[in-house]
């Protein structure tokens, strides 16, 4: 899969909270490494008081999404709200960024490939909630984050990107989930720019990039 597309590929990015990989997203988009590469056309929060609304709205995102799991009496209206929601926007990625939910297996299905998440450890360690915690509790010396292709499964997709970071024997669950963050910033970009410009093609869990004129 590769784009060679003319217009900017369009990204939906899903948000639950604070927005600071969208923020970094948005910043890369409009002066960074996806400059004229990507645009961020809409975002999707399930959460009202999620600060990635405020900053959707201050970057001037065109379309901007409140899906309150609230207001859904049960999971699967919500499930299939942001199916149809999905559908309907038809963007060339989605990018789940500190999205806190697992996607429905038939969304992930219809988006297989074209889905991304960004999660704060080396994966396959430490999946799930509170990752930075797990890997402090561990006593793992280096941790890190992981950018991947969503799959059915809980942060268990096949591997885009990964970055170490060191642990050191003073760190807090804050000290560590900031230093993760920061390359979060770097590595989001970087992988969505990758699966943008590189023809790629899975072999088992292996996302082999093909050599292409950018290197
Ligand atoms: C990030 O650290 C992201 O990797 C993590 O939540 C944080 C969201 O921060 N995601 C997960 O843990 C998903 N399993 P942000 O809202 O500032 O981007």
Not at 29 to 36: I, M, T, V
Not at 38 to 50: F, G, K, L, M, T
Not at 100 to 118: F, Q, Y
Request: net charge neutral.
């Amino acid at each position: 899969m590769t784009t060679g597309r003319a217009e900017p590929a369009r990204l939906a990015v899903l948000v639950s909270g604070r927005g600071s990989n969208l923020q970094a997203i948005l910043d890369a988009c409009a002066r960074g490494e996806l400059a004229g590469l990507a645009r961020v056309e809409a975002v999707i929060s399930d959460n009202p008081r999620a600060q990635a609304l405020d900053r959707a709205r201050a970057a001037g995102v065109p379309m901007v999404y409140l899906l309150a799991r609230s207001s859904f009496r049960r999971r699967e209206e919500y499930d299939r709200a942001l199916d149809e929601l999905l559908e309907h926007l038809h963007p060339d990625l989605v990018c789940l960024a500190g999205y806190m939910r697992l996607v429905a297996p038939a969304t992930v299905a219809r988006w297989r490939g074209r889905m991304l998440n960004i999660h704060p450890a080396l994966l396959p360690a430490f999946p799930g909630l509170h990752a930075q915690r797990q890997a402090l509790e561990y006593g793992v010396r280096v941790s890190g984050c992981t950018v991947h292709l969503v799959d059915e499964g809980m942060d268990t997709g096949p591997i885009l990107l990964q970055e170490a970071v060191p642990v050191y024997p003073d760190d807090t669950e804050d000290t560590l989930a900031a230093r993760i963050l920061q390359v979060e910033h770097r590595l989001y970009p970087a992988a969505i720019r990758l699966i943008l410009t590189r023809r790629w093609r899975l072999e088992g869990r292996k996302v082999i990039f093909e050599e292409s004129d950018e290197g």
